[in-house]
């Protein structure tokens, strides 16, 4: 294997290597912070997003390791922004880690071998490929649910996501196995082809495309594949629940482009069909469910339920009456969609991180109450949060919701321009809970009044995120732009 071949996953080599190394030194590790491993963690995030930020200034389409990994604006741009998710949910997670004991050596390496799972599967070009970076993937965050082990929320939260998990990608590797069968090549620009040419079992290929969407949408958390989300959400150490609710949500995305569009966008009919019916009842039950929660996490989890049923939106309407021309518009404003989202997500699980404190779990809607009595910056940087995620402007998160609703209208199809009025209407829903959050940390008296102890990186760094909402809501055409010239270059 020459240097050549190599040169596409250099930031997995990289982070491969410093994830064997931080196992090794941790061992030696005797500060119960592991202050060594911490900054050893940070440091290898920081070389490797440079890396990435490196290749980001190439549109080149490079493959390497026999065809299998590929390396090109697309898989650049979401490596690159999972690995500052995980960065960012570790200084988050450290405090809370570090008062629960979970502070241990497997909280870093495990995370790193998560983030190496979902860059392979960024990167993929290959069926077998995508589904080992999937399991390296899923397999690291099981463990990482379970790994307070005297805790039994947790214990039972790890063992729902590992069964439906497995239930998951028993679907996916079916599907992708009946692909197979009826195109004959695991290389995805190869099965592209053969479905484009009309060579093909269309039972077979029907079967498939069932199976491979219904997997990604136990991935993505979409009705009717959803049911893990709040129980695992709820059960895991908030700390968990932030690296969960981030970076592997722009897996998802990445493994539904990959597949859906590289693989398949000849088929686009029939999977549009898919994931318009997946949108909507995703819509209607995470929007009506998280009305009723009183547990914020829970809330949260059927938020995000909410939230992937928009994204799908955009996903869903590439393709309208057999003509492509809107595809790249659709694709990027899904794909700005994600980004957006898992910046605001990260905010908000991360302010709940930040309001535990030892022997305490900020958990309910009633420990909010009087936020801004105790803290006026952290409940205003909450409150961005939450405008966000109810699509208020001058958020980002209103600027994303737009980019899905222009591609919708912009295909002038009357079931498109009924999904957008739909869309809208059930985003009228789900600010309801978004705005209540802000009325408890607002007009309520507070009923506990310690002191909100956290880290100074971890009070920054929320600063930093909680503007960052804002900004790009004021200022979203550089991000903007970055999604389209990735979509375009994929399309080609």
């Known amino acids: 294997m020459t240097f050549q071949e190599l040169q596409p996953i250099y930031p997995e080599l990289l982070l491969l290597v410093m994830t064997c190394v931080i ?4 061992l030696f590790v005797k500060d119960p912070r592991r202050t060594t491993t911490y900054v050893l963690t940070l440091l290898s995030l920081a070389a490797v997003g440079a890396l990435q930020l490196a290749d980001l200034r190439s ?3 490079i493959e390497g390791m026999q065809q299998m990994i ?3 604006p697309l898989g650049n741009l979401l490596e690159f922004f999972a690995t500052i998710a995980t960065l960012v949910s570790l200084v988050y997670a450290r405090p809370y880690a570090a008062d629960r004991g979970m502070l241990k050596g497997e909280l870093f390496t495990l ?8 860059m392979l599967l960024m990167s993929a070009r290959n069926f077998l490929v995508i589904y080992l970076g999937l399991e390296l993937m899923s397999l690291s965050l099981y463990a990482l649910v379970a790994l307070r082990r005297d805790h039994a929320a947790s214990t039972e939260a790890a063992m729902k996501y590992f069964v439906l998990g497995a239930l998951a990608s028993g679907f996916l590797l079916y599907g992708l196995s009946m692909m197979y069968g009826a195109t004959e090549s695991l290389y995805i620009p190869e099965v592209l082809k053969q479905l484009s040419s009309g060579a093909k079992n269309q039972e077979v290929l029907t079967f498939g495309i069932v199976f491979v969407v219904a997997g990604l949408a ?7 594949f959803h049911m893990w989300v709040p129980d695992v959400y709820q ?9 969960i609710s981030g970076a592997p949500q722009l897996a998802g995305f990445a493994m539904a482009l990959r597949l859906l569009v590289d693989g398949m966008f000849s088929e686009a009919v029939q999977w549009q069909q898919m994931l318009i019916v997946l949108a909507v009842a995703s819509l209607v039950v995470g929007n009506l469910a998280a009305i009723a929660q009183t547990n914020l996490k829970r809330m949260l989890a059927y938020s995000t339920i909410g939230q992937m049923g928009f994204m799908l939106l955009g996903l869903a309407c590439g393709v309208v009456n057999e003509n492509s021309t809107w595809a790249a518009n659709a694709y990027s404003s899904a794909m700005f969609y994600a980004v957006t989202y898992v910046l605001t997500t990260l905010g908000t699980f991360g302010m709940v991180a930040l309001l535990a404190r030892e022997g305490f779990e900020a958990e309910e809607l009633a420990d909010l109450k009087g936020l801004n009595q105790r803290s006026p910056w952290y409940a205003a940087m909450m409150a961005i949060f939450m405008f966000s995620l109810a699509g208020i402007p001058p958020t980002v998160g209103f600027y994303a919701k737009l980019a899905v609703l222009q591609a919708l209208v912009a295909s002038s199809h009357p079931l498109y321009l009924g999904l957008a009025v739909a869309a809208v209407l059930l985003s009228l829903v789900g600010a309801f809970y978004y705005l209540r959050v802000i009325k408890l940390m607002y007009f309520d008296e507070a009923v506990d009044r310690a002191p909100i102890g956290s880290s100074g990186e971890a009070r920054v760094l929320m600063s930093v995120n909680g503007l960052a909402v804002l900004v790009f809501g004021l200022l979203p055409g550089g991000l903007m732009t ?7 270059n994929a399309l080609k």
Not at 23 to 26: G, Q
Not at 218 to 224: E, S
């Open 111 to 118: 995370s790193l071998f998560s983030l190496l799972g979902m």
């Open 218 to 224: 136990f991935k993505l958390a979409a009705v009717p």
């Open 482 to 488: 970055l999604c389209a010239n990735a979509i375009t």
């Open 235 to 243: 059960g895991a150490p908030t700390a968990i629940t932030l690296l």
């Open 70 to 72: 590929v390396s090109d």
């Open 23 to 26: 196992a090794m030194v941790d």
């Open 59 to 61: 549109t080149e389409t």
